[in-house]
């Protein structure tokens, strides 16, 4: 089974950037559609930004625009660059496949936009 560790969460002002990593075990993560989810509190988790295996990203509505989704094959990572954040982008992300996701989930980073 797939682990990945998620991680560049943290605090930041509304208007500022955060770039996410994800980390996983599978060595050949090109070969999956993969995406970062979002859950916040009293939510369900939800889809925000996906990635094929040949390079097209996709987004959510609420995130498009602002984020950006990447993969560096050799280092097995997984990216999301955010920027402009906003209050409503709080949440802990994940990344996983994605439109289902398969892989275990890992713990997740936490993402807070206050000032």
């Keep these: 089974q ?20 994800c980390a996983a075990s599978e060595s050949e993560i090109s070969r999956y559609q993969t995406g970062w989810y979002r859950q916040a509190p ?3 988790r939800e889809l925000v930004a996906r990635i094929t295996s040949a390079g097209i990203s996709n987004y959510a509505n609420s995130v498009k625009g602002r984020f950006t ?3 560096d094959n050799a280092k097995k990572t997984l990216h999301l660059q955010m920027n402009s954040l906003k209050p409503e982008d709080t ?6 496949t994605a439109p289902s996701a398969i892989w275990s989930w890992g713990q ?8």
Excluded at 91 to 96: E, F, K, R, T
């Design 108 to 115: 997740g980073t936490q993402v807070t936009v206050s000032s």
């Design 69 to 71: 989704i990447s993969r």
């Design 42 to 44: 009293g939510n369900q």
């Design 2 to 21: 797939v682990q990945v560790v998620e991680s560049g969460g943290g605090l930041v002002q509304p208007g500022g950037s955060l770039r996410l990593s």
């Design 91 to 96: 949440a802990v992300y994940y990344c996983n």
